[in-house]
């Protein structure tokens, strides 16, 4: 509470033409919510651009400002709870008061073929808005694992990966090769 950027939402970002979406689970306390945009000024978009970069979904591999000239292409990021949460974990009550949000945007992305899930937030979130929304009638096979693959209504795929946090890609739990494979299969599923 003694930063002027605490506790402000932060707007998703991207290509408002995607075929791919990108969920996560919140802004960076000291990283987009500082910045001002997704995964951008800490170590998850350290992690995360670069490979959007390689898989040739971003402009460029860094992303350290709002003002950076960084341009997302063929993808939207967002997340399911849109301020940062106590202790990186959003209350149930945080997560239903910001799920309209999120079923706004799904719906506004006309062209969305991919949802890459990145962690188990994330993923929740994004099977309860097909629930919310009538397109499944519960949750059924759907669970998370890194590289688990879906086909959902609406002619569209799930995919999930770990979440890209230092406390996955410091350990290994998370790999650059692992994270790319999901980016390579999701522009794969996009073009089917």
């Not at 849109?82 to 945007?105: G, I, Q």
């Not at 397109?135 to 879906?150: D, K, N, T």
């Not at 999930?160 to 890609?169: R, V």
Request: hydrophobic residues 40%; proline residues 8%; neutral net charge.
């Amino acid at each position: 509470m003694d930063w002027e950027y605490w506790g402000k939402p932060v707007p998703s970002f991207g290509d408002p033409e995607a075929r791919v979406l990108l969920v996560g689970l919140a802004p960076g306390a000291h990283g987009s919510n500082r910045t001002g945009r997704p995964f951008t000024g800490d170590g998850s978009g350290d992690f995360l651009y670069p490979t959007l970069h390689h898989a040739g979904f971003a402009s460029q591999p860094n992303a350290v400002s709002r003002d950076d000239g960084m341009k997302l292409k063929d993808a939207w990021i967002t997340s399911v709870v849109r301020c940062a949460p106590p202790d990186n974990k959003p209350l149930p009550e945080e997560l239903v008061n910001c799920s309209p949000h999120l079923d706004e945007e799904i719906a506004a992305l006309k062209n969305l073929r991919v949802i890459v899930c990145l962690g188990k937030i994330g993923f929740d979130g994004v099977v309860a808005h097909l629930i919310r929304i009538g397109q499944i009638p519960r949750r059924g096979e759907l669970q998370f694992a890194h590289a688990a693959e879906y086909a959902i209504p609406g002619n569209r795929y799930l995919l999930a990966t770990y979440h890209p946090s230092l406390q996955n890609t410091n350990t290994g739990k998370l790999t650059r090769e692992m994270f790319l494979k999901i980016f390579e299969r999701a522009r794969q599923l996009a073009n089917n």
